[in-house]
């Protein structure tokens, strides 16, 4: 099946550094990319959705400065998380969608990564 | 907006019991409708979806229907096991060709042997 893998699975970092975290996918062409951020038992919120070799669309509330979104290839997509500070501290979590492969909203999701902000 | 609303866990059932999960749900027009599983340490899979209305949708022994009058989506098992394990999120895709998922706070399932 489509599999969608994340890096790194969990990272700390101290507050006023960036951090990048990479999400891939392995077998297909994604030409959709979302992230999303879920806080403990809650949701998973949409942040931005991204398709390949444009710009971006965030959510409303979500600073697109702060978090920035690369989609540069078709099996690649971004997210760096700029000047982070601990109420950035989430588990972030990417999916992927195929036009060939997805039926109605199917995405393809990564096992996410764990950021913690010192 | 569209919103999903499920029930808060953790759910603890014993090995063959009965599971449901409620899952309700808030949006315009004609939403579809899916169920998510999370196992531990993996990403969100697809466990089933059902695009309209009285719709069944089911994989793995896992059934939920499309209520439109109720607005609900409740996934349902006849006997669950230990493998079933895992986080599961109800989702929905509104209509108007947004292709994000509006998801659910997850029900975290812990089936005992």
């Known amino acids: 099946g489509a599999v969608v893998s994340q890096h790194p699975s969990w990272v700390i970092c101290k507050s006023g550094t960036s951090v990048k975290i990479e999400c891939r996918s392995l077998?297909?062409?994604?030409?959709?990319m979302f992230w999303y951020r879920q806080f403990p038992k809650q949701s998973l919120m949409l942040m931005a959705t991204?398709?390949?070799?444009?710009?971006?669309?965030?959510e409303q509330g979500v600073e697109k400065d702060k978090f920035l979104i690369n989609h540069a290839s078709l099996t690649l997509s971004t997210l760096t998380v700029t000047s982070a500070h601990p109420e950035d501290s989430s588990f972030y979590i990417c999916?992927?969608?195929?036009?060939?492969?997805?039926?109605?909203?199917?995405?393809?999701f990564g096992p996410g990564t764990r950021l913690t902000v010192t | 907006g569209d919103s999903v609303t499920q029930m808060e866990g953790p759910v603890t059932l014993s090995e063959e019991a009965f599971l449901t999960i409620n899952c309700t749900y808030t949006?315009?027009?004609?939403?579809?409708l899916f169920w998510y599983v999370q196992y531990p340490g993996e990403g969100l899979q697809l466990l089933l979806k059902?695009?309209?209305?009285?719709d069944k949708g089911s994989n793995k022994g896992f059934e939920a229907t499309y209520r439109k009058e109720t607005t609900s989506f409740h996934l349902e098992k006849g006997s669950v096991q230990v493998s079933d394990s895992a986080v599961y999120f109800c989702?929905?895709?509104?209509?108007?060709?947004?292709?994000?998922?509006?998801f659910g706070s997850g029900t975290r399932l812990q089936v005992q042997p």
């Open positions: 999916s992927a969608r195929s036009s060939v492969l997805a039926g109605e909203g199917e995405q393809y």
């Open positions: 077998d297909f062409q994604a030409t959709t």
């Open positions: 991204s398709n390949e070799g444009s710009k971006a669309t965030y």
């Open positions: 949006a315009t027009g004609y939403p579809s």
């Open positions: 059902a695009t309209k209305a009285d």
């Open positions: 989702a929905l895709k509104g209509f108007a060709g947004r292709r994000a998922l509006t």
